[in-house]
Nanobody
Framework: QVQLVESGGGLVQAGGSLRLSCAAS????????MGWFRQAPGKEREFVAA?????YYADSVKGRFTISRDNAGNTVYLQMNSLKPEDTAVYSC??????????????????WGQGTQVTVSS
């Protein structure tokens, strides 16, 4: 059994920064990719960023967000800078055990956290 627990969400003013963390516990060996997705009220869940040996980003966050992973590969971080009101959403982390498939697709991930709220005020 694998559990993913996010932390670091909160309320921040536009232009501010937040750092999200996602810690995996349980059978954590062999994650191929870990990623972040977000869902705003009334909208579909969307890809934000993912990391394998390199980082992948949605165009909307490129240059503002940075994804990283600890050496053991069990904790993933999302540093979010220059936040905008349109970044407001519930952010969820996800882990994928399987090599191959698209890191951009939420259907590719095997495990999900509960999510953490990020609210950016204007």
């Amino acid at each position: 059994q694998v559990q993913l627990v996010e932390s670091g969400g909160g309320l921040v003013q536009a232009g501010g920064s937040l750092r999200l963390s996602c810690a995996a516990s349980g059978r954590t060996f062999g994650f191929y990719a870990m990623g972040w997705f977000r869902q705003a009220p009334g909208k579909e869940r969307e890809f934000v960023a993912a990391i394998t040996s390199g980082g992948y980003y949605a165009d909307s966050v490129k240059g503002r967000f940075t994804i990283s992973r600890d050496n053991a590969g069990n904790t993933v971080y999302l540093q979010m800078n220059s936040l905008k009101p349109e970044d407001t959403a519930v952010y969820s982390c996800a882990a994928d055990r399987n090599l191959g498939g698209s890191v951009y697709s939420d259907g590719n991930y095997d495990y999900w956290g509960q999510g953490t709220q990020v609210t950016v005020s204007s």
